[in-house]
C-alpha cells in the first residue's frame, strides 16, 4: 500500500489536522516542514504530489504511538535505517499499538470494513519474521484496518465513495 494513502486515512480517521500532525511528527523528534507534510497529502495524480517515504511513515506512527500511549521510559523511537523499508507487518503493529488494540479490537475493527480474519490468522501476521506461523501482510489487510478505522471513528462516511471524497475534502479544509 502506498505510504500517502496510510498517512491520509489515520489523518482522516482521527480527525488530524496539518497542526495535530506536525506536533506528532514532533513527539518521534522529527520537524515537519508544512509544505513537505502538503506534498505528502497529495493525490498521486495532482501537481506537487510527493512520494511518502518509509522512515517519514514510521515517525508518524512512532509520534502517534507518543501521543496515543505516552513515551516509554528510556526508549526512543528507533528510525528507520537507509535502505530499510517499513513492512505492511510493522504499519500494523504500530496502528495496534498506537490505539490499544488487542486481538478482538482489532477484529472487530476489521469487521467494519466486512473483512473477517480469525485470531490465529491475525496473531501470525504479529509473529517474528523467523517464526514457522509468521505470515506477511498483504495490502488487502492495511487497506481493510484503515477503512475499518474510519467507520468506526467517523461513522458519518458510509461507503468507500463517500469515504474518499470526505478523505480529499478534509485534507482540502486542513491545508487553509
Known amino acids: 500500500m502506498i505510504n500517502n494513502d496510510v498517512l491520509r486515512r489515520v489523518r482522516f480517521a482521527l480527525r488530524m489536522n496539518d497542526a495535530s500532525t506536525i506536533e506528532v511528527f514532533k513527539l518521534a523528534g522529527h520537524e515537519m516542514d508544512g509544505g513537505y507534510l502538503h506534498a505528502i497529502m497529495k493525490k498521486e495524480e495532482e501537481k506537487g504530489f510527493l512520494p511518502c517515504r518509509d522512515k517519514t511513515l ?46 478482538e479490537d482489532m477484529i472487530d475493527v476489521l469487521r467494519y470494513a466486512n473483512f473477517r480474519i480469525s485470531k490465529t490468522e491475525l496473531s501470525a501476521l504479529f509473529r517474528q519474521s523467523e517464526h514457522r506461523n509468521f505470515k506477511l501482510a498483504g495490502d488487502q489487510i492495511v487497506r481493510n484496518l484503515l477503512q475499518g478505522m474510519v467507520k468506526k471513528y467517523r461513522p458519518e462516511t458510509k461507503s468507500d465513495k463517500n469515504t474518499q471524497t470526505a478523505i480529499n475534502q478534509h485534507i482540502w479544509q486542513s491545508k487553509k
Do not use: H, T, V, W
Open 58 to 103: 514510521a515517525l508518524f506512527l512512532d509520534g502517534l504511538i507518543i501521543k496515543k500511549r505516552g513515551k516509554r521510559e528510556g526508549a526512543e523511537p528507533q528510525a528507520l535505517k537507509p535502505g530499510e523499508k517499513l513492512s505492511n507487518n510493522e504499519i500494523l503493529r504500530k496502528l495496534r499499538i498506537a490505539m490499544s488494540y488487542r486481538d
